[in-house]
């Protein structure tokens, strides 16, 4: 089988998952290629969206609101990038006859519609990496999409495609996190991580701040964001705090952090959930995260330390927590460890 996933450089969450379930696929005997064919389509579109996500962000989340609720931006939209698709992909498809496209960006879903209405023998698969469905989202052409959340099915549901082609089989992660971990219910001694994420927009300075006036070692990560880590690098700290760049060993690290600070990226969401760690969400980018945030606190998966942060750390660490013991159980309950392998045993079901 000939499977083609699809994916657009606006976050990083989208790669990652396609690069997960390109594994799973590739073990399972499957032909898999990588498309970015439309990024020169999407360069405005990222430009805008980053611009305002760092500069502008409650206009950028009342415009992600509007957009949501507005049929006729979704139908300018799906106009929009179903003839980016007809100019650029046709070509694509021709050259590599691919029997699946996979596509963990919205824009790649419409743009391959296109291709999908021209070959009806094409099988076309929308995989989420947020916690909710946008109307962006919605390809009436799909063949099925994979979701994580029971509320992700519904809202498939609402848009008008049919709830019993949506599976609700977790974000795809890397086979590492599927190891084993420690105990749960006990406190690790291992760091609390503050993890910096691939855009590094935050008040990560404010918040390293207020956790080094704790006595837990704290390890700030910054992935591959050089600019973040030499802002961080530029301040004094106790010995107890450490900042590093991107580093190979995330699952085992997050495996045994006592507890974990960020922002509610996707991806993050499913990897932190299967490491069966603690979660304080400090910040999250207007929108999409605005709703990742809501649902994981929702089902017990984080905790919003955005006014105490100092506070909900002690909370989450004290002896025989019930907070921690909830968020924990919780997080075994919702944890997909297997979603890439599932995920690409249904796509090779097609």
Known sequence: MRILLASLPIGTGHDIAARALAESLARKGADVEFSHHLVADVRWQARLYFFGIRFLPNVYGALFRWGDRTHYLWERHRRGWRDAGRMVLESVYQAYRPDVVVATHPFALTG?????????????????????????????????????????????GRLGFDEKRVWPLGIPIRASFSESIPLVGTIRRGPLVLLGGGLGMGPYLSILKRLSRLPYPVLAVCGHNE????????????????????????????????????????????????????????????????????????????????????????????????????????QRCWARPDAAEDLATRIMSL
């Open 112 to 156: 391959w519609s296109w291709v999908k209405e021209r070959y009806p023998r094409l099988r076309l698969v929308g995989v989420l990496t947020d916690l909710s469905v946008h109307q962006f989202w919605y390809e009436p052409l799909a063949d099925a999409y994979s979701v994580w959340l029971p509320e992700q099915v519904e809202d498939l």
């Open 227 to 330: 600019a973040l880590r030499w802002r961080l690098d530029e301040h004094r700290w106790p010995e107890r705090i450490h900042i590093v760049g991107y580093i190979e060993h995330m699952p085992t690290l997050l495996k045994n952090a006592r507890l974990v600070i960020g922002k509610p990226g996707g991806v993050t969401a499913a990897e932190v959930c299967q490491s069966q760690v603690p979660w304080i969400l400090t910040h999250w980018i207007a929108g999409q995260e605005e709703v990742n945030r809501d649902r994981l606190i929702q089902h017990d998966l984080a905790v919003r330390g955005d006014h105490s942060l100092e506070a909900v750390v002690e909370s989450l660490l004290a002896e025989n927590s019930v907070r921690r013991a909830r968020m924990l159980a919780s």
